[in-house]
């Protein structure tokens, strides 16, 4: 039996997104890109936000982080964090919590690495509000999470820039960095795309102890189903700027009620048995935000489409503990 979703807040979230609504200014006109998104993440968990590109879920982390470009527009909702509401929070104020509570690892290490400065340097920076703490005791600090992220040799990499390290070792300093000062919420825009599948699993192994050592939250952002699989205890699905299915690990895996959820599944490689010369896709492309269709996003590509996607937009169900959908599938369900 499924009943209509019924979001509550809970004072164990680190993150509750209600409502959010972002807005791009282009020249053809405004673009939807995030639509009415309910997220939130529990304290000391790990909640990944999966979906394809186009989906919105960097635009999702960057309004969380405040960092959104100039024509964008945050036209309704709410985002609280540590029970502080972030959008109505003076900038010197949000630049505080920034690298300290709440903190992001981009999915290019050299777009938040400065090129010209050596680590040691861009590590020290960041402790600039420890007044109390001598500079030997910041590049003790620097030294040793370098070393725990497994950076070989911490003291003698102080001096060196960026560009003298591996993309992985460049990652693991960026993570490094990120969580120097133990925030509540570290956010992962994409850390491991870039990355040979080897060093993948060494940075995946390394969040997940690092989560439990710093007893932060982690929001992460992927489009690799193992990946997310492997590290989240709870997965949020999007699709063309909506949250279309959400719950605990197990559910959208093994019991995922959104037929979006149940392709992105079957086009994962790993859940593939038999061999085959093409590997699956989703038909189809994700709709131009431009023109948000009138009943369904999804139902251009929906194989179980049928005359009411096409004239409402469907509604949240819940499906079971922590879990929920949009999908007039389930109001058929609820009405038979």
Known sequence: MVAALQYQEHSSNVLSVRDLSVR???PRGPVSVLRNINVDVPRGSIVGVVGESGSGKSTLALAVMRLM?????IMSGSIQFAERELLSLPLAEMQRLRGDRLTMVFQDPMTSLN????IGNQMMDIQYRNRQQSRADKRRKV???LRRVGIPDPERQLARHPHQFSGGMRQRIAIAMAILEQPELLICDEPTT???VTMEAQIIELLRELR???NGSILFISHHLG???ELCDYVVVLYAGEVVEQGPISDIFHRSRHPYT?????CDPARIEEIRRELPTIPGDVPNLLHIPTGCTFTPRCPKVFDRCRLEHPADWAVGQNHAARCHLLAETERG
Do not use: K, W, Y
């Open 24 to 26: 791009f200014h282009s």
């Open 69 to 73: 470009s100039s024509n964008a527009a």
């Open 115 to 118: 090129p010209v400065r050596s």
């Open 143 to 145: 030294t040793n999470m």
């Open 194 to 196: 870039a990355l040979d």
């Open 212 to 214: 439990g050592e710093f």
């Open 227 to 229: 990946v997310i699989a």
């Open 262 to 266: 149940q392709a992105l599944l079957e």
